[in-house]
């Protein structure tokens, strides 16, 4: 029989205000087993944990009940408490009167009666507990980064310095992503390449880091401490160990004719490229696609002209296998694609474009060599238009819902860099709110307006419409109230941003969750906010939300810390709450291992007794502690009842539908 | 007041949206090929009709001015589609006594012999009950 | 193959051109539209008002005709297209529409948004092909500058008339290029002439109608063509261009061969 605690926590009001807590733990004195019940303000704090540790030892409790929030939010907390005094972690249970209970009702009698029964049904099943240990298994002390962009650098980088290897898996020729593209940042105005090619550089040259640049992910196992993944290195035609990146292919390829997506197709390369000069690392690449040798089997002149001998026509894509102890997705963002956003033209006129392509337009490395010149015609626009919120805060099935969050401090740096180099050039922004909530941000916007003349209109760009060389762009003034219509020569669309779409395969792999608009979902919004919900996924970057680079870094040198205080360990604690097959009444069907998404079942061939005194052999499952995640698919799946879950076994789970029901 | 308020209901009813799911971005004005024309234009239909402040939707000719040509309806980003705020201000005043906006004996020296039977179908569709 | 066909009040009085070369042309085709009876006026304009149900009905019955008919429902002017389509959307999501509307007509088999609504240029498209019409051609355009007119109600609102993309739409420069013309692409294409503003305030419909061809001009149009009889009252009276303004039928049954006949 055990001798069971109960401990009814108000929290605040947030229970209490809707549950009357008093009644609670006085109804539960009266369950059988139940020799302790009582209530306290906060049940999580000092305070309160000292009230449970006291119990345990004052009244002998072999197990005990806590009723306050989700399981998710103080599990641990109250098991924490149960083992310094001696209690089996296990014997911990907690009934959900907050989440479940008082959040949902409005009405004290309803809520009480339900927390009772909540209360009761916990009860029911620590009857049935039993103390369990988790075994352990050692850490495999190397980590994974997927995505080399600023978020997924620094975070390297971070992990590198502690000692611990880090490779990086970047699906592009070149580490950089988007920063790599961008002239200047917000707000102090530093040069991006100034500041992002020498971190690109450390990645390279730091012993403890390898990049797998042209690469993707394609399969993951395992979990926290122990993850097997996959990586496609992509066949780039070239032998890595043999170019020296000298780019004599790139200039020599007669396939001169391919869009440049580094400068967003606003002008072309060769077949064979080099992203950008500082490239990292600097190797050419075929794009298959184009290459006329690839297609055709007649050219070869990159192979002809290289000195190296680095060319290889016949590579296939590779597949190679690592251990990693922890994986930090670091997938990046993309600006929405604008068909849907015709109405601004931006498929019917060149000199619509989107704020990423004006970064390249004023980019010395960019396709105009940083001068601002008009895509259509190579002419110097005298009057520019900048359109806020294209694709954000927009609830249409084309649009995001949420804010891009970067939009408002890049335009208005744009709109500022173009009055400082071209003062000529009157610039005109359209904005529904401007939003500029960081360090100086505000400051740098009011600049942009005091000091350097941008006209900000409060209203929104209703169509722009191309007439000869001109862009005819009808708008809005909401504080005139009246319509204005502008000539303008040149007009830029601050397009929403988007996850990157290679995260939601990549989701799907590592079983991380995402939200709605495919970011992905932290642990918790506010105190966790860098980890996924999944042990051993970290976020870094923009993958989690739109972010500005500042806060992308921030971001990815804390999900570096979160990963170095699980590659220190040498041992990571399992799941107790795993799966055990009984091996007198499993007939060896094969149907839970089928169902294992971790591999945790194989089958022994097993010697038994029989009555008679002979012995026979039999095939039976045998669940791996280490590997199984307690995910309970095998014990509905089991025809014969062997199988069972520790911790959430059918017993008690049926003891618990029985409380309910009483 | 309440009549007020009875009316805004009304005109909330008949529109079949939101007004509060308006963000105040002022692209259905921006993008209004008759808003040039209007007293009234259609981003303050939405937030007239979201305060409640009738009267003076109903008294203007902007109600009339409104194409139908569903530009707005389309590029709102937030599905407030305000051409139906100005619809069922609309409706809300033809529907009283009286208050037809274009009567049968004024049609005559409207027309002229090409006008198309469609144009005049409409217009009585929109100016009167 | 049989459709269902609505031509609307105006196909039979001042736009008969519209009506006439459509049968010619579908006859051509191999299409057999089949005029729905008793069919009544749609109204011109499709109310935006939820709660304004007795003006829509006559479309309803429209539309429950053709589905007992277990037809798909042909249009040619624009503005029947819209309010067709419109309140047929009304009768799969307006619940309180749908409720009156068949306590109202009190048919036996109650509609509930059964028919499919399609334009005669999403019959070319769709049905026929551009392709297939393309080789049916006997006397092509010989590469003459054509303007597509959509004006408002073929295209808005998207997400109900989903004929085409409403910003940057396709279907008529690709109907131009089948009967052997050269599309002259505007931005003015899909903005107002100004609709039925013409009759209380010609000059409001003289500015847009104007505005419209000039931009249709300015690019090289020799012609502009349109499936809406009061868009093409609008540009040819109250356009202060001089360009022709035809029917989009014609030019298909004249590209047909089959102009002439009667």
């Known amino acids: ?662 | 007041m309440s009549f007020s308020n009875n009316l805004k209901e009304n005109v909330i009813r008949s529109a079949g949206v939101d007004p509060k799911k308006c963000m105040k971005c002022g692209k259905c004005t921006a993008t209004c090929p008759n808003g040039n024309e209007m007293e009234y234009k259609p981003h303050q239909f939405v937030y007239m009709v979201e305060k409640g402040d009738i009267e003076p939707l109903m008294n203007t000719d902007s109600i009339y001015k409104c194409l139908s040509c569903f530009a707005c309806v389309e590029r709102c980003p937030r599905g407030v589609e305000p051409a139906k705020f100005i619809e069922a201000v609309r409706v809300a005043k033809i529907r009283k006594q009286g208050e037809n906006h274009l009567k049968a004996d004024m049609i005559p020296d409207l027309l002229d012999e090409d006008l198309p039977q469609q144009a005049i179908v409409t217009a009585f569709r929109k100016y009167s009950k | 193959m049989k459709f269902s066909y609505y031509p609307g009040c105006t196909l039979k009085t001042k736009a008969k051109e519209l009506d006439k070369y459509a049968r010619l042309s579908a006859e051509a085709l191999g299409i057999d539209l089949v005029e729905l009876e008793n069919w009544q006026c749609c109204g011109g304009a499709y109310s935006m008002a939820k709660d304004e149900i007795a003006s829509k009905l006559s479309s309803v019955r429209a539309l429950a005709a053709a589905k007992e008919k277990g037809q798909d429902l042909v249009t040619l002017c624009s503005a029947c297209h819209n309010v067709l389509k419109q309140v047929n959307n009304d009768m799969t999501t307006n619940e309180d529409m749908i409720n009156r509307v068949h306590n109202y007509m009190k048919d036996e088999e109650p509609y509930n948004g059964e028919t499919k609504v399609i334009h005669f240029l999403e019959l070319l498209r769709d049905v026929v092909g551009f392709d297939k019409l393309k080789e049916k051609v006997v006397n092509p355009l010989g590469g003459k500058k054509v303007a597509a007119y959509y004006g408002c109600l073929l295209l808005r609102p998207s997400k109900i008339m989903a004929m085409d993309n409403p910003e940057n739409p396709t279907i008529i420069e690709d109907f131009i290029r089948a009967i052997g013309g050269e599309p002259v692409v505007y931005p003015y294409r899909n903005e107002c002439c100004g609709g039925y503003i013409a009759l209380e305030d010609k000059n409001n419909a003289i500015k847009k109608s104007t505005l419209v061809m000039e931009s249709a001009e300015k690019n090289g149009a020799e012609e502009i063509i349109t499936a809406c009889p009061l868009c093409l009252y609008n540009l040819n009276k109250n356009g202060a261009v001089e360009l022709p303004v035809k029917y989009f039928t014609e030019l298909l049954a004249e590209a047909l061969g089959v102009k002439g006949e009667n």
């Open chain 1, 1 to 662: 029989m055990q001798r069971i605690g109960v401990f009814v926590c108000h929290c605040g009001t947030n229970i209490a205000g809707t549950v009357d807590v008093k009644a609670v733990a006085e109804a539960m004195k009266y369950e059988n087993g139940v020799v302790f019940s009582t209530d306290y303000q906060y049940m999580c704090s000092e305070a309160g944990q000292n009230i449970i540790k006291d119990a345990i030892k004052e009244h002998k409790l072999t197990g005990i009940v806590v009723c306050s929030c989700s399981p998710r939010m103080h599990e641990a907390t109250f098991r924490k408490a149960a083992q310094s005094v001696g209690l089996n972690p296990y014997m911990v249970e907690i009934a959900n009167i907050r989440e479940q209970c008082s959040w949902i009702h409005k009405d004290m009698a309803t809520g009480t009666e339900k927390a009772i029964i909540l209360a009761r049904t916990a009860v029911a099943k620590v009857h049935l507990n039993a103390p369990l240990t988790s075994g352990e298994t050692p850490v495999v002390k190397r980590a994974l980064v997927i995505g080399g962009g600023i978020a997924g650098i620094q975070t390297a980088l971070d992990i590198a310095d502690a000692g611990f290897p880090v490779d990086i898996v970047e699906k592009l020729p070149t580490i950089g992503g988007k920063m790599s593209q961008i002239d200047k940042t917000f707000p102090t105005l530093d040069c991006a390449a100034c500041i992002l090619t020498p971190k690109m550089v450390d990645a390279a040259q730091n012993e403890n880091i390898k990049i797998y640049s042209y690469s993707e992910v394609s399969g993951v196992k395992g979990f926290v401490g122990n993850f097997e993944v996959t990586i496609k290195r992509k066949a780039r035609f070239v032998d890595e160990t043999k170019c020296t990146g000298c780019g004599l292919c790139t200039e020599k390829c007669p396939q001169k004719r391919v869009p440049n997506e580094f400068n967003l197709g606003m002008d072309q390369r060769r077949a064979i490229y080099i992203p950008f000069a500082q490239a990292v690392p600097k190797i050419a690449t075929i794009d298959a696609d184009y290459c006329t040798m690839l297609k055709t089997g007649k050219c070869g002149v990159c192979s002809k002209v290289c000195t190296a001998g680095a060319i290889d026509y016949t590579q296939k894509d590779e597949f190679i296998t690592e251990k990693y102890g922890a994986i930090v997705v670091a997938t990046g963002f993309n600006p929405i694609k604008l068909d849907k956003y015709d109405e601004y033209a931006y498929s019917q006129s060149k000199d619509v474009i989107t704020s990423l392509e004006f970064e390249r337009l004023t980019n010395a490395a960019g396709p105009t060599a940083g001068k601002l010149l008009r895509p259509s015609d190579g002419k110097h626009p005298h009057k520019i238009v900048f359109v806020q919120c294209v694709g954000s805060r927009d609830t249409r099935e084309c649009g995001k819902s949420y804010c891009s969050k970067i939009c408002c401090m890049y335009t208005a740096k744009h709109a500022m860099l173009t009055r400082e180099k071209y003062p000529d050039t009157e610039v005109y922004v359209f904005y529904i709110d401007v939003r500029t909530p960081g360090k100086n941000f505000d400051e740098f916007y009011r600049r942009a307006v005091e000091e350097y003349g941008v006209h900000y209109i409060k209203g929104m760009v209703g169509k722009v419409i191309p007439e000869g060389d001109k862009l005819i762009v009808r708008a809005s003034d909401l504080i005139s109230n009246e319509q204005l219509t502008i000539d303008a020569d040149l007009v830029v669309l601050a397009a929403a941003i988007e996850p990157d779409k290679t995260a939601r395969p990549l989701a799907t792999m590592l079983t991380a969750s995402m939200d709605t608009n495919d970011f992905f979902t932290e642990a918790h919004p506010k105190l966790r906010p860098v980890e996924s919900p999944t042990a051993g996924i970290f976020l870094s970057g923009a993958c989690q939300g739109p972010k500005d680079i500042p806060e992308t870094v921030a971001q990815a040198s804390a999900a570096a810390a979160k990963v170095i205080g699980l590659l220190v360990k040498d041992k990571m604690k399992n799941n107790a709450c795993v799966a055990h097959s009984d091996e007198n009444m499993c007939n060896g069907c094969s149907n839970c291992a089928k169902v294992c998404a971790y591999n945790a079942i194989s089958y022994v061939d097993k010697e038994f007794r029989m009555p008679d005194r002979t012995t026979r052999v039999r095939r039976v499952a045998v669940v791996n502690d280490a590997v199984c995640q307690g995910c309970g698919a095998c014990t509905v799946t089991c025809p014969s009842g062997a199988m069972d879950l520790k911790g959430f076994s059918n017993k008690q789970i049926m003891a618990e539908v029985d409380a309910i029901c009483k």
